[in-house]
């Protein structure tokens, strides 16, 4: 029976049934496949700096840091999209599961500031999850329902961040650290109280396998293989940083919009990103806040992402168009990214956290749907991660920016942040008069 079931999981879906009978049990795995994953990355991004700053690293340094995980996204994204729509969505996610468990072992058991990179590399390399999950939502999905689909990868992204954070926080308190001193009377209790972010490093780890687990045994494919490889055969599969990948995108899709929508994912991400670097040195230069403390403010950023893309986006949807709930959101994400500085009490600092992230999860969502829409059924999976792709360069960006501003001048990071993604509101103009 159980090899019965792992050759049905491993099946692609039939075309006429594969967004009906399936709809709801795919895009749950999917929900819950990303959310695990993303649990073990919330964990981690908090408590960075703070890992960091031991080996005396610099705020510039910090924001490479960040930057070198989106980095290899930038240049990997687009090929693992593309493999995605050749050799189906569970291989790539199979591999990019299991790459973040050995990128978070490594960050567990680094003791220099070249291990913390090599980890964050890694991670970046085997990034593919996130264009993947959205390759498959848009298979399993109609163009109608298809924003409140990609809104789940953002409810991912908002309870990752809800409770990985506080796990992080959690897992390097001196309490947890005594428990497990006392639990392991040797030298592995005695070697996790000196290094103390391996227990995060390890959890991580152990979730992500969790979700490797859950590709093996619950996602059915929803590529038919046969067919994409005889399409494909000739298709070279280039990295976004190649001129001539550019050149074939433009044969990909008949609609001159896609550029100005990509622009608009660059400049959402770049922000988002500057936020994540430059957020945890503000707390700590400012606000004098520990690692678990700014892990707290990376859990409110959770509640609020949940509230708006779980329970808001899609009756807001139905009410209003995309491209102007994706232009709405690039407002409300400028104006608290400018607050921020201002903010006198910490309470108003989460207040200015709300508006942002509200924003934020009104354009991701959005946006995303849109390039899928203009994107040819079967190259969604290229498209979409070329999408992150271009979100991985503003990924890359944005930290390094972050980390050096906030060196420089505590707002300006913000401040100029702020003005890059108010831009989408002429993104947003511009895809309301192609449509």
């Known amino acids: ?25 795919a895009l749950f795995t999917v929900f819950l496949v990303v959310l695990i994953d993303l649990m073990g990355f919330g964990i981690v991004l908090p408590l960075m700096p703070f890992f960091a700053l031991e080996y005396d690293a610099s705020p510039t340094m910090v924001g490479l840091l960040y930057a070198i995980y989106s980095l290899a996204q930038l240049v990997f994204s687009p090929i693992w999209g593309s493999l995605s729509d050749r050799v189906g969505r569970r291989p790539i996610m199979l591999l990019s599961t299991f ?14 500031l070249a291990l913390l990179f090599i980890s964050r590399l890694l991670a970046g390399i085997m990034g593919g999850n996130i264009s993947t999950a959205q390759a498959y939502i848009a298979d399993v999905t109609d163009k109608e329902n298809r924003s409140s689909g990609m809104a ?26 005594h428990f497990i001193q006392t639990v392991f009377n040797n030298p592995f209790g005695d070697y996790l109280a000196t290094h103390r972010y391996a227990v995060p490093g390890a959890f991580a780890a152990i979730l992500s396998f969790s979700s490797f687990l859950m590709v093996v045994f ?16 000739k298709d070279k599969r280039r990295s976004i940083l190649d001129p001539k990948f550019w050149a074939e995108l433009k044969t990909l899709t008949n609609e001159p919009v896609l550029p100005i929508m990509l622009f608009g994912m660059f400049s959402q991400a770049f922000g988002q990103a500057s936020l994540y670097s430059a957020f945890s040195l503000f707390c700590e230069k400012i606000w004098d806040m520990n690692a678990t403390q700014v892990s707290q403010q990376f859990l409110f950023i959770g509640v609020v992402a949940i509230i708006t893309q779980g329970g808001l986006i899609r009756p807001l949807t139905k009410r209003f168009s995309e491209t102007s709930l994706y232009t709405v959101g690039c407002i409300f994400m400028a104006i608290g990214l400018v607050l921020i500085p201002f903010m006198p009490s910490v309470w108003l600092l989460s207040a200015a956290l709300t508006v942002l992230v509200f924003g934020n999860s009104l354009n991701t969502p959005t946006l995303t749907s849109l390039i ?16 992150q792709s271009i979100s ?27 003005l890059l993604v108010l831009t989408g509101v002429w993104v947003g103009l511009r895809i309301k008069k192609a449509t």
Do not use: H
């Open 152 to 177: 789940l990868i953002g409810v991912a992204f908002g309870v990752g961040f809800m409770i990985g954070p506080a796990l992080g926080g959690l897992l390097i308190s001196d309490t947890v650290i």
């Open 99 to 112: 790459g973040a468990v050995i990128a978070y072992i490594i960050f567990g058991l680094a003791e220099s």
């Open 1 to 25: 029976m159980s090899n019965l079931s792992n050759q049905l999981s491993s099946q692609p879906l039939d075309s006429g049934t594969k967004k009906t009978t399936l709809k709801k049990g």
């Open 372 to 387: 899928s829409k203009v994107a040819p059924e079967e190259q969604i999976g290229r498209i979409l991660g070329t999408s």
């Open 392 to 418: 991985g360069l503003g990924r890359v960006l944005g930290p390094i920016w972050g980390g050096f501003a906030i060196g420089v001048n505590a707002p300006l990071a913000f401040w100029t942040t702020g």
């Open 218 to 233: 619950k996602l059915k494919e929803t590529v038919n293989t046969a067919e994409k490889k005889k399409e494909t055969k």
